[in-house]
């Protein structure tokens, strides 16, 4: 169970999330959707603490997430998986080694500082990754540069370093904004995989209403940070959409396509 | 992951676990070789332990002997070789930039398609570069005669080359697109370069420059102990007659004023560098 109390994270004058509270149920996908600037990637990046609140708490399981520091931090970042619209993945390194950096949380003491020193991590990790690597059809291309794979491949990547982690709750922030409609699919269904077999909770945010529909078992749509629907898919008709957002779906799918065009203002 | 299903991975990819064993070797190798020569070296240059805690204690006595610092007897002399110093490198920057503009331009890939005058050029660059600064003020010195004349010559002559290098690189790393879009409203070469490359390179090549000027600062220092002018006469005389007080009072004066440029410089580039963004 993840709990958000009055969750706010103000930048200068504005207030990007604004006292968010939502109570996450271990085990469920929750769509988030939202025009550009509603708050939704600041939401996931305070889940993670890459961004710390101005206010309100984070509990997981009755821990509070808002005070954990240095090595429990480490471990809560390692439990909470993120996926970013732009991959995030070291271009230099090879996507074996990428796909290794979601096993970096659980190396310690002399095997940790001999990794650092090295660079090399363990023989079984590596099987354990070539292994997740097999799983998303990338075996291929384990020894080449991150910057040599395509857009979908290199997602696919950054979803091994995720589930790599054995995280208990994957956040994506538009994973499949900057993809073509075949690798968005399969992301989309790689997380609902991780979702259904796995039970890992999903959060992620959406541009495309329809995919959060398609995919998700609750919707929570925000405007201006502040939390403006929250309820099962067909709920969300088009109806209470438009009350929600002050235009039609069909206006609203051809703002997210520009939004996705110009990925450096998401 | 079980040590069976490790060992499978390894016989299936055994790339994914190690290098190959000849890149081990030839690095294995390297590594040797580079130990080998970093202690023939050390002997060749006679380091041992009791030679270099010989030479920290004669430091020490210098550092006992520079307290207090004291500015001595001479104090214009003093003032005057700062400012001469500070004068010398801010000529020679400033000639230095000018003259390597137009030879960056003529070095840069994607404006001279001439792939001989650009190859020559760049080589000449990289001959220039070869000599130093202070090989130069040796020349200028029995050129021109004692004085900050050679050592403007001295730093221009050497700072002209890598200058015209870096801006060369600067040049052929501007977007193509914005020299495109000049080149389709008709532009011809001069208007690509005027409109469509110098707005972009200028910030960095201004900023280069700055740096240049602060480096030259503490350059124009070493310059006088061989006669081009600057402070540097002063320090060496005071070195001579062991007047170490004196010595650390010039360098003090010296701190103060390369932090002063750099401060300044740093405050220039920023806003040269904040205005091309917008």
């Not at chain 2, 207090?68 to 214009?76: E, I, K, M, Q, V």
């Not at chain 2, 003090?252 to 410089?265: K, N, P, R, T």
Request: net charge positive; hydrophobic share 55%; proline share 4%.
């Amino acid at each position: 169970m993840l709990e958000l109390q009055g969750l706010t994270r103000r930048f200068g004058a504005t207030v990007a999330v604004d006292a968010v509270s939502l109570a996450v149920p271990a085990g469920q996908m929750l769509g988030i959707i939202g025009r550009s600037g509603a708050g939704k990637s600041t939401l996931l990046r305070l889940l993670n603490r890459l961004v710390e609140p101005s206010a309100g708490r984070i509990l997981c399981d009755g821990t509070d997430v808002t005070a954990l520091r240095g090595r429990a931090l480490r471990r809560w970042r390692r439990n909470c998986a993120m996926v970013f619209q732009q991959f995030n993945l070291v271009q230099r390194l090879d996507v074996l080694t990428n796909a290794l950096l979601g096993r970096l949380a659980y190396q310690h003491g002399l095997g940790r500082a001999r990794l650092l020193l090295t660079g090399g991590f363990p023989a079984e990790e590596r099987a354990r990754a070539l292994a997740m690597l097999e799983r998303f059809d990338l075996l291929g291309l384990a020894l080449q540069r991150a910057e040599t794979l395509s857009g979908g491949q290199q997602q696919r990547v950054a979803l091994c370093r995720a589930l790599l982690q054995a995280p208990r709750l994957i956040l994506a922030d538009e994973p499949i904004a900057s993809l073509d409609p075949a690798n968005a699919r399969l992301v989309m269904q790689a997380l609902r995989q991780a979702n259904r077999a796995e039970g890992l909770t999903v959060l992620v945010n959406l541009h495309h209403l329809e995919t959060a529909r398609a995919y998700c078992d609750r919707i929570v749509a925000m405007q201006a940070g502040r939390i403006v629907f929250d309820g099962p898919p067909e709920a969300l008709d088009a109806a209470r959409l438009q009350a929600v957002y002050g235009l039609p779906e069909a206006d609203l799918a051809a703002e997210s396509e520009a939004a996705a065009a110009r990925p450096a203002m998401a | 992951m079980s040590d069976a299903e490790t060992a499978a991975w390894r016989a299936r990819l055994p790339e994914a676990f190690a290098p190959p064993l000849r890149r081990r070797l030839l690095r294995a190798l390297g590594a040797a070789a580079c130990l080998a020569w970093l202690g023939w070296a050390l002997a060749l240059f006679g380091f041992t332990p009791a030679r270099l805690w010989q030479g920290l204690s004669g430091l020490a006595t210098i550092l006992r002997l520079m307290l207090p610092p004291s500015p001595g007897a001479l104090w214009g002399d003093i003032l005057r070789g700062l400012a001469e110093s500070v004068a010398m490198a801010l000529l020679g920057t400033v000639a230095a930039a000018l003259l390597a503009l137009p030879l960056g331009v003529l070095g840069a890939r994607n404006l001279v398609t001439a792939t001989l005058l650009r190859f020559s050029i760049r080589r000449l660059f990289d001959g220039f570069r070869g000599i130093d600064q202070l090989i130069w003020a040796l020349a200028y010195v029995r050129a021109v005669g004692l004085g900050p004349l050679a050592g403007v010559l001295a730093i221009a002559t050497a700072d002209i080359a890598v200058l015209a290098k870096l801006y060369a690189e600067a040049i052929e790393a501007v977007e193509r697109r914005q020299v495109e879009g000049v080149a389709a409203a008709g532009g011809g070469w001069a208007e690509r370069l005027r409109f469509g490359v110098l707005p972009q390179v200028l910030p960095v090549m201004l900023a280069q420059a700055l740096y240049f000027f602060e480096s030259n600062t503490r350059a124009a220092a070493i310059l006088g102990v061989v006669g081009a002018g600057g402070i540097g006469l002063q320090i060496a005389e005071r070195i001579r007659v062991r007047a170490w007080d004196e010595v650390a009072f010039i360098i003090l004066l010296m701190i103060v004023i390369v932090a002063a440029i750099d401060g300044l410089s740093a405050r220039l580039r920023r806003r040269l560098i904040g205005g091309a963004g917008r």
